[in-house]
């Protein structure tokens, strides 16, 4: 075994590095890598994405495997799994890190089960042990429950963490760019992506965003979604919905925040004509400031927040958004 | 078909959560259990898969005696007959343990076509158990299915839906195969009343956990479990008359608030 540890660059569909391989690196080299005493090492698997190593170098990769192969050149899940573990099986190294992406959630637990290796996912808190086990903090229980988990002497030890839970920090390094080639024949791939369909957005992405607008069921309709985009783009936030707006067609699948949607954790939440169940607070609970407009006093988000308004949202959100322009535009 | 449909049982989604003595697990005590809520989505697929394709639906779960409970109510809303791998709360257990002991007594079961389950637990919250269950069977998977829109036997395969960041994908999968389920894909039947009659005289089959080899097996251990406790400033501007922030009060509400998010929690 070696002392090894590995960031598995989560890639958009558009090819480019999503943020959360930043932070992983980051807080992989101040939490892992030294007490380990082993190098760190960023992982590219795809098509033609040997150019992003520079990049993972700059947040102090030495060395990125490269896993380069015409297969890969859309996520699918059979191809990473078997691109990574067989990485894994030739490196063997310590400890093997990905972001609690979409893609990260459906094959890193193949991987681990593939070669034997224990998970955990979506952690918040990564570090070491003194006898050198990787210790995670996560959320269970919607939420309500924070523990800690170590690992027992079986490796690699691997886990996914959750997007904007470290800072992303510059370490530059030039790394050593190592030929991962792994043996892919088309027909391992049983399982094909037939269609993928996105449409790009102008706003930051909900699990990176420093601010969210999000919206509920009581917007009503999709063309009063249009309120939330507007404060939305005016904070420069990210905009989000709940499960009911989502179910109800007022905005894409992708908005969703919550248990089944995404984890959330900015400085400020702003949600309006969201009642805030369980299930909602599970994906933005430790948000840093929450800020709730609804018109029903009794609603139990009026008893999680931070600052709210008893009010309609038709009537407040118009000269609350006119507000905070004239502000933007001060500054 | 045979079609498989993975349940759990789990602590009420509105459950207050209180640590054991010991700090390292939930105090259970007095709890209300139910089946686990993305669980329903899967038997709800399973059911009308059976519906539109024939076959029979098996019920696999484990835990403790108490877990027949939940499986008894996916037999009430259409399941044919039952796995109960029984497991009185091994210390030693963690989602790898699970994810093995599952998939080998599926793997001893056999001959089926297609898998569904929840996408994660609403406990534990991992979401790997799926998975992993499909990685040991060597069968291929298709994670947080929003739709399945199509399962056809005769050409061995499922077309399914699968959202990702900023739109969609659609993959198309060889059977046997496993699903797992996000919430919204379905609306969960209730059990009937004839249904719950039915039930209780479905066939349940027992293995227990200690006859499988669990040494070993676990790979992470919980040392602690803490319960977050932020305080909330609950500054809540209200309406003179009555609960609504009305006419003149609407522009001094909003005025407030956004001196509040600037001065005191300075976030914009
Ligand atoms: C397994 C499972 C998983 C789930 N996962 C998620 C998840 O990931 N994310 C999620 O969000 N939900 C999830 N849910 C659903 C969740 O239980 C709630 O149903 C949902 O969050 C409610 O959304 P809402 O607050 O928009 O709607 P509601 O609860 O209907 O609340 C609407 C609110 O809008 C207010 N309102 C209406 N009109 C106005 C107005 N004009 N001005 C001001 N206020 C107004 C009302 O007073 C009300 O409080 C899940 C449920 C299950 C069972």
Redesign the interface.
């Known amino acids: 075994m070696s002392n090894e540890v590995w960031v598995v660059a989560d890639l958009k569909i558009d090819g480019s590095v999503r943020q959360v391989t930043f932070e992983a690196l980051s807080e992989a080299r101040k939490k892992i890598a030294g007490k380990l005493g082993g190098e760190l090492c960023g992982v590219l698997i795809g098509s033609g994405v040997s150019g992003h190593a520079a990049e993972l170098g700059k947040y102090g990769a030495e060395k990125v495997y490269v896993v380069d192969n015409e297969l890969l050149k859309d996520f699918n899940t059979e191809g990473y799994t078997i691109a990574l573990s067989e990485l894994i099986k030739k490196h063997s190294p310590a400890v093997v890190i990905a972001g609690n992406t979409v893609f990260g959630q459906d094959y890193f637990p193949a991987v681990a089960a593939r070669v034997g290796a224990g998970v955990t996912m979506d952690a918040i808190e990564i570090d070491l042990t003194n006898d050198k086990k990787l210790k995670i903090k996560r959320f269970s229980h919607s939420s309500k429950a924070i523990p800690t988990q170590v690992f027992l002497d079986h490796h690699p030890m691997m886990t996914t963490v959750r997007p904007n839970s470290f800072k992303a920090v510059e370490d530059p390094k030039t790394p050593e760019v190592v030929d991962g080639a792994v043996t892919i024949n088309s027909g391992d791939i049983k399982s094909k992506v037939i269609e993928i369909k996105t449409k790009g957005s102008d706003r930051p992405e909900l699990t990176e965003a420093e601010r969210v607008v999000s919206g509920g069921r009581g917007l009503g309709s999709e063309e009063n979604f249009k309120y939330i985009y507007q404060l939305a783009d005016m904070l420069g936030a990210a905009a989000g919905a709940t499960r009911a707006a989502v179910d109800a067609g007022y905005c894409p699948y992708d908005m969703q925040v919550g248990q089944t949607g995404k984890a959330v954790s900015p400085n400020l939440y702003i949600a309006i004509a969201i009642s805030g169940s369980v299930q909602h607070f599970a994906g933005m609970g430790s948000s840093k400031v929450i800020v709730a407009i609804n018109k029903d006093p009794e609603a139990p988000i009026f008893q999680k927040c931070d600052y709210g308004i008893v009010g309609d949202l038709f009537d407040v959100l118009p000269p609350f958004t006119e507000k905070v322009r004239a502000l933007v535009s001060q500054s | 078909m045979k079609i498989l449909v993975i349940v759990s049982q789990t ?1 009420d ?5 209180k ?1 054991s003595a010991a700090g ?1 697990s ?1 105090d259970t005590e007095g709890m209300k259990w139910i089946m686990n809520p ?1 669980d329903e989505f899967a038997v709800e697929e399973a059911i009308q898969t059976k519906e539109k394709h024939g076959g029979e639906v098996v019920v696999v779960s484990m835990g403790p005696a108490r877990v027949v409970e939940t499986i008894r109510q996916a037999l009430a809303m259409g399941a044919d007959s039952a796995l109960h791998i029984l497991d009185e709360g091994s210390p030693d257990m ?1 989602s ?1 343990a699970m ?1 093995k002991i599952i998939a080998g007594e599926i793997r001893k079961l056999g001959g089926f076509d297609i898998v569904f389950t929840g ?1 994660k637990i ?8 799926g ?2 269950i ?3 069977l060597g069968i ?5 299915v ?1 739709k399945v829109i199509e399962i056809n036997p005769s050409a061995n395969k499922a ?1 399914c839906q ?13 059977l046997p ?1 496993l699903i797992t389920c ?3 894909m379905n609306e969960p039947r209730y059990a009937s009343l004839p249904g719950i009659m039915k039930a209780k005289k479905k066939p349940l089959t027992e293995v227990k956990v200690s006859d499988t080899n669990l040494d070993g097996l ?11 406790q ?1 305080e ?8 003179q008359d009555g ?4 006419g003149a009060e ?2 001094k ?3 407030e ?2 001196k ?3 001065e005191e ?1 300075k ?2």
């Open positions: 602590q989604t509105e459950a207050k959560i640590v390292n939930i993305y963690d790898f994810g996408m609403i406990d534990e919250e991992s979401g790997q158990v998975v992993q499909a990685e040991e291929p998977h298709v994670s947080l929003s077309v699968k959202e990702i960041d900023g739109g969609h994908m659609v993959v198309e999968v060889p195969c996000p919430d919204a676990a790979r992470v251990k919980t040392v602690e479990i803490k319960v977050p932020i909330r400033k609950l500054r809540i501007i209200k309406g609960p609504m922030v009305k609407v522009e509400s909003a005025e608030l956004i509040l998010l600037r929690a976030v914009i």
